[in-house]
């Protein structure tokens, strides 16, 4: 590491050193090639590499040795083009990216330095990659590098360049510069240190703008003052500080005092040799702000409202300094000549210059360019741009001072850095060896003894001179040439220089990869010429031709004389204490200090006068931007194109009294380049997104501004469309908003008004009732049809009131008694064959909402007495259709209401089919379950056949049954299939309130058939058999009620105390009336279970239970009985066969049970039986008979004579059984009456004539007995 140099931290010397290590050692292992080799340019003419028509820089030999570098073989480290304008490395194949640098130092010995360390620099960083990069380094001017326009539309945009600081704030101003902050901060957070401490601390009023690092210094320039000591000595002169410890010197020394010793020299030498300056560029402004600034001024003070530049301030230094030195010929230019040109003989910008109306080209026609003022025979003092090492390291007198110390590293103000006694080191070595450690005093010995100092005075180079280890040694020292350096007067000096800036397009952001890359490029280029680690800035700036200390803080400089550092550390910018500032090059250009001094200097103005004209420029130069004339006020241009007035798209306005053109605020634009304060408003409709924009955009579809100034265009609030792009409305309910347009939602959905999107579009509530009412329809219409398609409606009873046949439904029949048509039904399942014909309706009419009336076909009453409480009706689907209703609505009516409702449902839901989408399974599901509920209706209907009054109670008698007789099984047909009085009675008590004063007909089709259904036994082992005692013949007209009164009073009269369990044969009760034909004997009567059951041992008797009219004594079967009942008792062949007894409600006619009304009846049908004659219901059993007689000896005539006779007997025996009880009558009468004569006309007129009781006439309307049909029926027997 360099001598100079305090590390900042100890990890960052660490890396530093190590990274440094890495590179020369991986640099060592690369040979020389073509590749490496620098080529020169001269614009587009090719110079070549290194070699013929190549310049070695003096300063050379003084450079670091690299690791790379051959002996013997030049390269552009150390050697240099002196007419190229760039060079470069690699070739600028495709693909490869492109490292520009742009340096304005020119290619010389004098500043030949700086280039040379740039090109080494960028060889150590991309030598070795130029498969991927070419380099370019261009050697411009200081113009270009501050003015060219770079990083736009077809112009350069270098990765780095390197300008002076003044023009830093032009490229600032011009957005231009890319600041560092980003790079700074990441350096930090990398290396624990920050960047900008190794900077000078002067260096943010150079490169820091409002906060930003803009720049990295990279040159120190600043101006410092020599002088020749051997004249001032001469002339017994004090030396200048600090070569004076008198501090009366120190005081004493200003720009006046200066001045004086400047004249005593040029009147001693000759004019012009008491101080030398050059007018270069603009020399003489830095020079003079050092004045002002010593005074206590500056360029200008800022106040809130304008800048105001006092230059009044340096009025001493122009009549103290500036004046006695012009006017008594005191100062000379570098070329030994007049200070600026065109004075002697004055040019004619000189004499309008002088006149106060030179032009810029008048004023910069007076500068001198002289490289440096020590090219001359310094005599006096002079102002130079560095120290120059030809002249100041000289060889130093011998001492006579004596040892007045030991040996130590440190006497009298010198520092020992090298103290080196093995020997073999050469003068020149030696003198090497104090540039690379920066001392500035060497002794040798001329054998090989080299010991390196760093000393701050003369009288303590000459102590140290005197040291014992030191004695023997020649010194060459600064301190020893007739050159030194003084302070400067007045405290302050000029502070300039040259720093590293990253260009960048207007755009703050990296628009590309390529922006990006090239800008990471950039920052690399600055770290590695900042490294510390590297030599490229310590030798660009010590080894010009001028040298200074490279740009660090002054703590770490240590190898400059005292007066250097002092110079450095009381230099400032010639702005300073207020920042950069983009004018300060044109204040460069016009040069008002120059016009001042010379108007001052040479002119008829007075000082006052000419400086007040330089701060009035200066004031025009810093005044802001006059809005009223910015066509051609110089502030009004905008600095990045460099044109007046603010771009399109911008605004002006004014900021800490600077022009600056903002881009209009979104919502606004400015369609032409201007000084407005403000941009335009957007009109309504349209609308402005970016800043700057330079005109407004019409809003999109579906979009609105709705008020001027818009920075978008806003959608309508949802649910709302543009209307002409500058207001909304609202979509009606049932439409969406969509890309600007109210869209209807689809069939079956709505919406609300301000819908915004098509999921606002929800389902129709009429919709989800749509489905549930078509599922409701078409259920409604499954269950109506059965209806419409002849229904079966239960029976619950048929019966006659008031001679009307009543028929009542175990429901709602449905007729209605405003049918327009007559209404017919058909009865089935009536155990009645006179209803149940299929081909034969009956009419009705409604009674009741569960009673008809049963009409004929000519709409009047039937009067027959039909009795049945089962069944089932039936209407024609005529009348259904027009005559049956339900809620009062016909249903005809109805079905085509609900058809219509269907269809109309259906094509509606069809039309919305989007919306019956997701309740299609809905529908489906409700629709498949119309069927099921059809079914279920039906089911539910069918148990109402099951749950009419007579069939709940037989289900009830059944398990009573089921109790009584848990197992019925079939038993041998006859007489084992009898039943007791109780089960007859028993039977009669549970279905009285049905049977009433019904016959055997409506029990046995009623009661019996369903009861036996089951087992399909008969009723006697459905209950209990028993053998039978008596066999019944009886009539089944008779009603049912009478027929068993009858039987009870027998088992009364016969059965004593035991009378429940008299057991009767009753065929309705004992024969199996699901096979009648096998209880009929399959035709033989003789085998049938009633002559079985008659001709049964355990038989005692016939009971034939008679009705008031005998009717028994009429049928075929009641008297094939008796005859066999007679035969049997005429036989004799059974002693206790009691033979045929006559039973009546009223009781047994034998025993003096029956009216006399009885008696005569059976009497009056006795003298009519006729065998021949009697009639049965089915025609076969009257044949079977009928045969079956005829087959016996006399036939009919015999078989009648015999059981006329037999019945005769029996009513003999009534009457007999009469008289015994008319006779106990009237005994009884006589006990009881007294005996008082009665006279028999009394009696006879008070009994009156007999009266002969007329029978009643069977009714003129009679109707066939029921006929057997598929159903077991009864036979007439039964």
């Given at each position: 590491s360099s001598g100079f140099v305090n590390h900042r931290k100890a990890s960052v010397s660490f890396l530093s050193c190590m990274k440094f290590a890495a590179l020369r050692a991986v640099l060592g292992l690369v040979q020389v090639s073509a590749h490496w080799h620098w080529i020169a340019w001269r614009g587009s003419e090719k110079l070549g590499s290194p070699g013929p028509g190549w310049l070695k820089l003096d300063t050379a030999p003084k450079f670091r040795n690299l690791s790379w570098e051959v002996e013997g073989i030049p390269n552009a480290y150390r050697y240099y083009h002196p007419n190229a304008t760039s060079y470069t490395l690699g070739s600028p194949a495709n693909g490869r990216k492109t490292i520009e640098l742009w340096q304005p130092f020119e290619e010389d010995s004098y500043d030949g330095a700086v280039g040379a360390n740039l090109r080494a620099a960028l060889q150590i960083l991309y030598g070795d990659d130029l498969e991927r990069y070419f380099v370019n380094l261009t050697s411009t001017d200081w113009e270009t590098v501050g003015s060219y326009p770079i990083c736009q539309a077809k112009q350069p945009c270098p990765n780095v360049v390197l300008l002076g600081t003044t023009q830093v704030a032009s490229r600032v101003s011009a957005e231009r510069a890319l600041p560092l902050n980003d790079y700074f901060q990441e350096f930090l957070e990398t290396h624990l240190a920050r960047f900008q401490d190794d900077f000078p601390s002067i260096s943010s009023y150079q490169y820091q703008f409002k906060g930003d690092w803009i720049a990295a210094p990279f040159i120190t320039d600043t101006r410092l003052l020599g002088f020749n000591r051997t004249t001032l000595e001469a002339m017994g002169l004090d030396l200048p500080p600090p070569h004076n410890q008198n501090r009366s010197t120190e005081l004493e020394w200003t720009w006046s005092r200066l001045a004086e010793i400047a004249c005593q020299i040029s009147r001693s030498y000759g004019d012009g040799k008491g101080i030398v300056m050059t007018s270069d560029w603009d020399e003489d402004f830095k020079l003079f702000m050092s004045m002002v600034h010593s005074a206590g001024g500056a360029l200008y003070k800022k106040s809130p409202e304008s800048r105001t530049c006092d230059l009044n301030t340096g009025a001493d230094a122009v009549e103290d300094f500036w004046k006695p030195i012009f006017q008594n010929n005191c100062v000379s230019g570098g070329d030994g000549g007049s200070y600026w040109s065109g004075v002697s003989p004055p040019s004619e910008a000189f004499n309008r210059t002088l006149r106060g109306t030179p032009s810029e080209a008048d004023l910069m026609s007076l500068s001198k360019y002289v490289t440096t003022a020590q090219d001359l025979d310094t005599i006096g003092f002079f102002l130079s741009t560095g120290v120059n090492e030809d002249t100041s390291l000289k060889a130093c007198k011998t001492t006579s001072r004596n040892n007045s110390g030991s040996d130590s590293s440190v006497v009298a103000g010198c520092a020992t850095i090298v103290f080196d006694r093995r020997g073999g080191r050469s003068l020149s070595s030696c003198k090497q060896l104090m540039h690379d450690v920066l001392a500035d005093t060497v002794a040798h010995d001329g054998e090989g003894t080299c010991a390196v100092l760093s000393c701050k005075s003369i009288w303590q180079l000459e102590r140290s001179q005197s040291l014992r280890s030191l004695k023997h040694l020649q010194f060459y020292s600064e301190l020893c040439s007739d050159i030194l350096y003084a302070d400067f007067p007045g405290f302050f000096s000029f502070l300039g220089g040259a720093g590293l800036m990253v260009p960048k397009p207007v755009s703050s952001s990296c628009t590309d990869v390529e922006e990006c890359s090239r800008r990471e490029e950039g920052w690399r280029i600055i770290e590695e010429l900042r490294n510390s680690s590297s030599p490229w800035m310590l030798q660009a700036n010590t080894m010009k031709a001028a040298r200074l200390p490279p740009p660090l803080p002054l703590t770490l400089i240590k190898d400059f004389p005292a007066s250097v550092l002092s110079a450095l550390e009381r230099a400032i910018p010639p702005q300073y204490p207020n920042n950069p500032r983009p004018e300060m090059d044109r204040i460069e250009r016009e040069k008002p200090m120059r016009l001042a001094l010379v108007r001052a200097i040479y002119g008829n103005a007075s000082t006052e006068e000419a400086l007040g004209e330089a701060s009035e420029i200066v004031n025009d130069i810093l005044s802001p931007c006059n809005a009223s004339d910015w066509l051609s006020d110089p502030s009004c241009a905008y600095a990045p194109d460099g044109l007046q007035g603010c771009p399109e798209g911008h605004f002006f306005e004014l900021q800490d009294l600077d022009m600056v053109c903002q881009p209009c605020p979104v919502g606004k634009f400015d369609p032409s380049r201007s000084v407005t304060r403000a941009c335009k408003n957007c009109s309504r409709g349209t609308y402005s997104s970016v800043r700057g924009s330079t005109e407004c955009t019409a809003c999109g579809p579906g979009m609105i501004a709705s008020e001027e100034g818009q920075r978008y265009c806003s959608y309508c609030p949802v649910g709302s469309v543009p209307k002409a792009g500058a207001e909304c409305y609202d979509c009606p309910a049932d439409f969406y908003e969509d890309a600007g347009s109210c869209l209807p939602c689809s069939p079956g959905f709505q919406s609300g008004t301000r819908s915004s999107t098509r999921a606002a579009c929800s389902r129709k509530p009429e919709v989800g009732f749509l489905i549930l009412?078509?599922?409701?329809?078409?259920?409604?219409?499954?269950?109506?049809?059965?209806?419409?398609?002849?229904?079966?409606?239960?029976?619950?009873?048929?019966?006659?009131?008031?001679?009307?046949?009543?028929?009542?439904?175990?429901?709602?029949?449905?007729?209605?008694?405003?049918?327009?048509?007559?209404?017919?039904?058909?009865?089935?399942?009536?155990?009645?064959?006179?209803?149940?014909?299929?081909?034969?309706?009956?009419?009705?009419?409604?009674?009741?909402?569960?009673?008809?009336?049963?009409?004929?076909?000519?709409?009047?009453?039937?009067?027959?007495?039909?009795?049945?409480?089962?069944?089932?009706?039936?209407?024609?689907?005529?009348?259904?259709?027009?005559?049956?209703?339900?809620?009062?609505?016909?249903?005809?009516?109805?079905?085509?209401?609900?058809?219509?409702?269907?269809?109309w449902t259906a094509i509606t839901l069809a039309s919305w089919h989007e919306a019956t989408e997701e309740l299609l399974g809905v529908l489906v599901i409700g629709l498949s379950g119309s069927p099921l509920a059809a079914i279920m209706y039906a089911c539910t209907w069918r148990s109402r056949f099951q749950s009419t009054p007579i069939a709940r109670r037989l289900t009830h008698f059944r398990e009573k049954l089921r109790d009584q007789n848990p197992a019925p099984t079939s038993c041998e047909r006859g007489p084992a299939r009898a039943v007791s009085a109780a089960q007859i009675s028993d039977l009669l008590c549970y279905f009285e309130d049905f049977i009433r004063q019904r016959n055997m007909y409506y029990v046995g089709s009623n009661i019996l058939l369903p009861l036996t259904r089951p087992e399909r036994l008969s009723y006697a082992e459905l209950a209990g058999p028993h053998s039978v005692q008596w066999f019944v013949s009886h009539f089944w007209g008779m009603a049912f009620k009478d027929f068993v009164a009858s039987l009870r009073h027998l088992a009364d009269d016969i059965g004593n105390l035991d009378r429940k369990n008299v057991t009767f044969w009753v065929c309705s009760l004992s024969n199996n009336q699901w096979k009648v034909q096998s209880e009929l004997g399959e035709g033989d009567p003789l085998k049938s279970s009633f002559y079985l059951a008659l001709q049964s041992p355990s038989c005692k008797g016939t009971a034939m239970v008679l009705d008031a009219s005998a009717e028994p004594l009429t049928r075929s079967w009641c008297l094939f009985e008796v005859?066999?009942?007679?035969?049997?008792?005429?036989?004799?062949?059974?002693?206790?066969?009691?033979?045929?007894?006559?039973?009546?409600?009223?009781?047994?006619?034998?025993?003096?049970?029956?009216?006399?009304?009885?008696?005569?009846?059976?009497?009056?049908?006795?003298?009519?039986?006729?065998?021949?004659?009697?009639?049965?219901?089915?025609?076969?059993?009257?044949?079977?008979?009928?045969?079956?007689?005829?087959?016996?000896?006399?036939?009919?005539?015999?078989?009648?004579?015999?059981?006329?006779?037999?019945?005769?007997?029996?009513?003999?025996?009534?009457?007999?059984?009469?008289?015994?009880?008319?006779?106990?009558?009237?005994?009884?009468?006589?006990?009881?009456?007294?005996?008082?004569?009665?006279?028999?006309?009394?009696l006879g007129q008070a009994c009156g004539p007999p009266v002969t009781k007329r029978r009643s006439t069977p009714s003129s309307l009679e109707l066939p007995m029921p006929k057997r049909g598929s159903t077991p029926f009864f036979s007439d027997a039964v």
């Open positions: 009412g078509l599922i409701a329809e078409v259920t409604t219409l499954v269950l109506v049809l059965p209806i419409l398609f002849r229904r079966s409606v239960p029976i619950a009873d048929m019966h006659v009131d008031c001679e009307r046949v009543v028929l009542k439904t175990w429901a709602r029949h449905r007729v209605s008694r405003w049918s327009p048509l007559p209404v017919k039904v058909y009865l089935r399942d009536t155990g009645d064959t006179r209803l149940d014909n299929p081909k034969v309706p009956f009419r009705v009419r409604v009674r009741h909402a569960e009673e008809l009336w049963l009409l004929d076909e000519s709409n009047n009453h039937i009067s027959i007495d039909f009795n049945t409480s089962m069944g089932s009706l039936q209407l024609s689907m005529a009348s259904t259709f027009f005559g049956a209703s339900t809620h009062f609505l016909p249903i005809g009516l109805q079905v085509i209401l609900l058809l219509v409702a269907i269809v005859f066999q009942t007679c035969l049997i008792t005429s036989s004799g062949s059974r002693e206790d066969f009691s033979g045929l007894l006559l039973c009546t409600p009223q009781g047994v006619l034998q025993h003096g049970g029956a009216s006399l009304d009885a008696v005569m009846g059976v009497a009056e049908q006795l003298s009519k039986i006729s065998l021949q004659d009697a009639t049965a219901t089915r025609l076969k059993d009257k044949e079977m008979i009928d045969s079956c007689v005829l087959a016996l000896p006399g036939g009919f005539r015999s078989v009648n004579v015999f059981v006329r006779d037999c019945i005769k007997e029996a009513l003999e025996t009534v009457h007999q059984s009469f008289e015994g009880d008319y006779t106990n009558l009237v005994q009884a009468l006589d006990r009881a009456l007294p005996s008082v004569p009665v006279s028999p006309v009394l």
